[in-house]
């Protein structure tokens, strides 16, 4: 049989030092979730991933005298990951009033208010516009907001423009 061993007991300065250093390393790991937290979305946004570009006519032309568009360009992407995700949209309280469309066989294919582009549009950058639903009568000015949405790893990386629809 074995002697049994009496419990050890941690004396008082040993057991303030543990505490001590437990305060410091909780101290620590709290000031490095806030840095984390508040740095790494603006290293990942800061990258400029997401671009959108005017086309070389930034004002807004006037289509068959009836709406006015604005043709965009998205700058193409060299360090896309295979499981990258990209979008187009519009959002904001004037969405509704516009609509995105490519261009498909020698015309402009109405696309709605949200495109998910392909893995290779987004590598290679898309030509798209955005147009009035009618002939900005309604005495709605306000610009359209177009957001690029490029997904790859924590956080999106996101690029808004504003659009004047209104014809000059």
Known sequence: M???????VVAAARARRNLVLGGIALAVAVVVSVVVV???PLGLRGQGV???????????????GVR??????TAPIASLGAD????LELVGDSAGRARLALPRNE???DAGDRIALSRTDAADGVVFRVSARDSQQDGHREPVIVRLTVSQGLLPDIADLEVDLTPS
């Open 2 to 8: 074995s002697p049994s061993r009496a419990p050890q």
């Open 38 to 40: 508040t740095a790494v």
């Open 50 to 64: 997401a671009q959108i570009q005017a086309a070389p006519e930034p004002r807004a032309t006037v289509d068959a």
């Open 68 to 73: 006015a568009v604005a043709d965009l360009r």
């Open 84 to 87: 990258a995700t990209a979008t």
């Open 107 to 109: 015309g402009w294919v």
